[in-house]
């Protein structure tokens, strides 16, 4: 009963027909690997100015992570940094929650699909996973963002 | 209930050990499939390191009262507990450590520090196996950064096997140190330490046998081993946290310089120089584990009461029924050797596509524990192609229910994932 809290439909769903998986152009790229478990992700981010055009990525790992990287995509990809930004900060919130926040109406509008992880934050050792793409993301933008800071200089 | 040749009485035996009667989950009964990593603890090492606090905690070694004496005599005697159930030809070839990681490394730190002719440089050669723990393969990596010798190593068969056939070319003259583990933590392979210690001897290289895997599983003779140093850990063997050993032979002990400096390390201290205790208290600077110590030699004295001998033989006939049933699992690959033929409990296999991570998840919510990950032994996760594996380990109180109980678990990952 409890694994199902964790392994929503959505977020099988996800893992079986991931979105936007493969390696596409990109401004930047990262490689983030989690050490405990071994799972791995290669995330490159494209930046139309502030408007993120790709978030393409290639990894191994469990299915939450997976997942998670799919929900990435489909939640950032066309959006303005600026609000990319609000939502990675609204998802590490819950998946820092410990399983503590019950996700609210104006929450799920945020985050779509990635409310679905709300369980996994009852599971330390799995927040990680959950948050392996996110990270890779944060990384790569500020790469990207660096670059292209130094470009107009 | 299966029954098969020579188990130990285990309903007897797991009555030892209080956190088997766990029960998670609503109503799952604990299935502890976990051993590898570290052992449970039974009631007579958790009541020795009760009474070591209730009545006689002190420092050791220098206090003339009462407490401080005791205290001495049980750490001092819980080092005799260690030398006899290894066979050591001396007490004083013990050195208590916090882990076996830490016992690893104080060999290393020792050979990059000594003089000629252990002396690790340049012109020398360090020699590991791919199938290493972590923790004695980055010692070597370290030392070999700084020093600049060369770090070389065994690799692997297909079926999860030392490749030995290039072995006078792995081991040479150049080679200081071999060091290599008795039984492998993700795979469980037992391996043959004989032919590689005969070839070390031949080239004068020191050898050093990572035990920590079978230390609590089979019987550990050093002077059969030949080997030079012998590290293990207290946590895999019945014992607490935070205790580890290392055996050296006395010579090398003598000669070899003393790694971290400290309190009873020493033998005088002036503000220019210092002289060292002799060993093995030259290694065992500042306030050891004194409870943890006395929890070892405890768990020693309950080991020693079933038999090495019994226990290994237990192991072997649950390894045997293990291999046999998880193959029976569809999609199920065992990584190492797929026969319960020089080969210790720990069991790595992945299941089809299903990650190990997930694997782990779903039968951790039926109550059975397994370890997930590439167990600190990365190497062999990449040898294989492989990003993790799901280990199951077992130990003396394991019972071929509990094997059945992962045959099915692992079903139920099937449909769940399928």
């Not at chain 1, 790992?61 to 990319?84: H, T, Y």
């Not at chain 1, 709300?118 to 660096?146: E, F, H, I, N």
């Not at chain 2, 050898?207 to 003779?221: E, G, T, Y």
């Amino acid at each position: 009963m409890k694994l199902d809290s964790m392994y929503q439909d959505v977020i099988l769903d996800h893992y079986k027909h991931p979105h936007g998986r493969g390696l596409r152009d990109g401004d930047a790229e990262v490689h983030h690997v989690n050490p405990t478990c071994g799972d791995e992700i290669t995330l490159r981010v494209k930046y139309d100015g502030s408007r993120i055009e790709d978030v393409s990525y290639e990894g191994q790992g469990c299915s939450i992570s997976q997942a998670s990287a799919s929900v990435l995509n489909e939640l950032l990809v066309g959006k303005e940094l600026a609000e990319a930004q609000r939502i990675q900060a609204t998802f590490l919130e819950l998946m820092q929650s410990k399983g503590r926040i019950e996700p609210d109406d104006a929450m799920e509008e945020v985050l779509e699909d990635a409310v679905a992880f709300a369980g996994v934050s009852k599971y330390p050792a799995r927040v990680k996973c959950a948050l392996l793409s996110w990270m890779a993301w944060k990384d790569a933008t500020a790469q990207a963002m660096g670059d292209a800071e130094r470009k107009t200089v | 209930m299966t029954q098969l040749p020579g188990l130990l009485d285990t309903e007897a035996l797991r009555k030892d050990f209080p956190i088997l009667d766990r029960v998670l989950h609503d109503g799952k009964k604990l299935v502890y499939l976990d051993n590898a990593a570290t052992s449970q603890t039974p009631r007579q090492v958790i009541d020795a390191v009760s009474e070591y606090y209730e009545r006689h905690n002190a420092n050791v070694h220098r206090g003339v009262h009462v407490l401080a004496e005791e205290a001495t005599a049980l750490y001092e005697g819980a080092r005799d507990k260690v030398a006899a159930f290894i066979n050591a030809p001396s007490r004083d070839e013990v050195i208590f450590t916090k882990n076996a990681s830490e016992s690893l490394n104080l060999v290393a730190n020792m050979l990059g520090w000594a003089d000629e002719p252990y002396r690790v440089d340049r012109e020398t050669e360090i020699v590991i196996t791919e199938m290493e723990h972590h923790s004695n393969i980055v010692p070597w990596q370290l030392l070999s950064q700084r020093t600049g010798a060369k770090l070389k190593w065994f690799g692997l068969t297909d079926d999860g096997r030392l490749d030995l056939s290039n072995i006078d070319e792995i081991i040479t003259e150049k080679t200081k140190i071999v060091s290599f583990t008795l039984v492998s933590n993700i795979m469980g392979t037992v391996n043959p330490v004989e032919a590689i210690v005969r070839r070390a001897q031949d080239v004068g290289a020191l050898v050093l046998i990572d035990a920590s895997q079978a230390a609590p599983h089979m019987p550990l003779d050093v002077q059969a081993l030949q080997a030079d140093f012998v590290a293990f850990t207290g946590h895999k063997m019945c014992g607490p946290t935070g205790i580890g050993v290392l055996w050296g032979r006395q010579e090398l002990l003598e000669d070899l310089p003393p790694f971290l400096g400290g309190g009873e390390m020493i033998e005088t201290v002036s503000m220019s120089s210092s002289t060292y205790a002799p060993a093995p208290h030259k290694f065992e600077a500042g306030t050891p584990p004194i409870a943890q110590a006395v929890g070892l030699g405890a768990a020693v004295d309950y080991l020693t009461s079933i038999g090495m001998e019994n226990i290994a033989r237990h192991e072997h006939a649950i390894t045997e029924y293990a291999v046999r049933r998880l193959q029976e699992v569809p999609g199920l690959r065992i990584i190492g050797p797929v026969t319960a033929e020089d080969r210790g409990a720990a069991i790595s296999f992945v299941l089809g596509d299903i990650h190990p991570h997930d694997v782990g998840q779903v039968l951790d919510e039926q109550g059975i524990a397994v370890r997930v990950g590439h167990h600190c032994a990365r190497p062999v996760c990449l040898r294989y192609g492989i990003p993790a594996t799901t280990r199951a380990s077992f130990y003396l109180y394991s019972t071929p229910a509990e094997v059945d109980a992962l045959v099915e678990g692992l079903e139920h990952v099937r449909n769940f994932f399928g």
